[in-house]
């Protein structure tokens, strides 16, 4: 007798389980809308809160809380190419270098008493980059965030946005093939002393700021500087052009 409650107790917890578990269910009509991962570059997983998934058509139910979130609709340059979208060059370098913020900070960790504070030796600091290109891009993806579609993952300002990342697919690849570029035009040793230089001033590493001051893939931004630039080119072209009538 006891044993048939004890059984009868058990399926009953099983079944609310079940019931529990149903409520938070991902139901998609069509599942080449949500992307499988694969050869032809298409995302490999939608991350976010299923209770928060739009509902599906006529389904009557809000997401919780009246939230409306969905799934990025990704351009055909955006799902495909290998090449990064336009637009997105400046957060990519931004999580390039929040990457090697990271990696640089782990292997400093391991430095002596007497080598803290102190430039990694070479071999070091080498180690680091030869490795920093085949860092973990998996969690980089896309968000929609009021209509624009901005890079999310580690480092970067989307992560905290409550909204659905299209992931995977050619996410890691445009990020390797950053991580590369800005390797090539840089170098190896002035990519360093950029970062150990920047690592002295109070203000710490920022890597918007690296990508703005020392890469450039976030100069857009930086208005002000454009105009001083562009104020100082023509100040120094009305120079040349009197001193050139003084000769004549």
Known sequence: ??????????????????????????????????????????????????????????????????????????????????????????????????????????????????????????????EVLDSLCSSDWSGYGVKDIDGKHMLSGPGLSAEGHMSMMYGGGQWPTRLNKKCGQIMEDMGEDELYQAYYSMKQKPSGINPELFCKTILSDCKTRNKEADKKKKSKTKKTAAKKARNTKEEL
């Open 1 to 126: 007798m006891g044993q048939q409650i004890l059984l009868s107790a058990c399926f009953a917890t099983l079944l609310l389980a079940l019931v529990a578990r149903g409520d938070n269910t991902k139901f998609v009509d069509n599942v080449d809308d949500m992307g499988a991962g694969g050869m032809d570059g298409s995302p490999d997983f939608v991350q976010g809160d299923a209770s928060q998934i739009p509902p599906r058509p006529n389904a009557g139910a809000a997401p919780m809380g009246g939230m409306k979130m969905s799934v990025p609709k990704l351009t055909p340059e955006e799902e495909h190419s290998t090449n990064l979208p336009a637009g997105m060059a400046c957060d990519a370098c931004q999580a390039v270098i929040f990457q090697l913020v990271e990696k640089m900070k782990a292997r400093e960790s391991k430095q002596t008493s007497k080598e803290r504070g102190k430039p990694l030796r070479e071999s070091q600091y080498l």
